[in-house]
C-alpha cells in the first residue's frame, strides 16, 4: 500500500527576507527568538507562505 502526499511550496530564509523586506540575518534573529517558526528539512530551514502570510495578518493586527 503507498501513499502519496502533495509536495507544498516552503519559503526559504532569503524567500521570508524578501517577503518581509528586510535582510536574511533579521529572520535568522527572528528565528532564534521564535519571533517566526518553521522546520528544517536537512539543516535548511523552510516556512510554509500561508503561515507566513498567517503571521503577517496578526502583526498586522496587533498595530492597528
Keep these: 500500500m503507498s501513499t502519496t502526499r502533495e509536495i507544498r511550496p ?3 530564509k ?3 527576507a524578501t517577503r ?3 535582510s536574511v540575518r533579521k529572520v535568522e534573529t527572528m528565528i ?3 519571533e517566526i517558526v ?3 528539512v536537512g539543516n535548511e530551514w523552510r516556512m510554509r ?3 507566513l502570510e498567517r503571521w503577517i495578518d496578526n502583526k498586522e493586527k496587533q498595530t492597528a
Design 49 to 51: 507562505p500561508e503561515n
Design 32 to 34: 532564534e527568538k521564535r
Design 14 to 16: 532569503k524567500d521570508v
Design 20 to 22: 518581509l523586506n528586510c
Design 10 to 12: 516552503a519559503y526559504t
Design 38 to 40: 518553521g522546520f528544517y
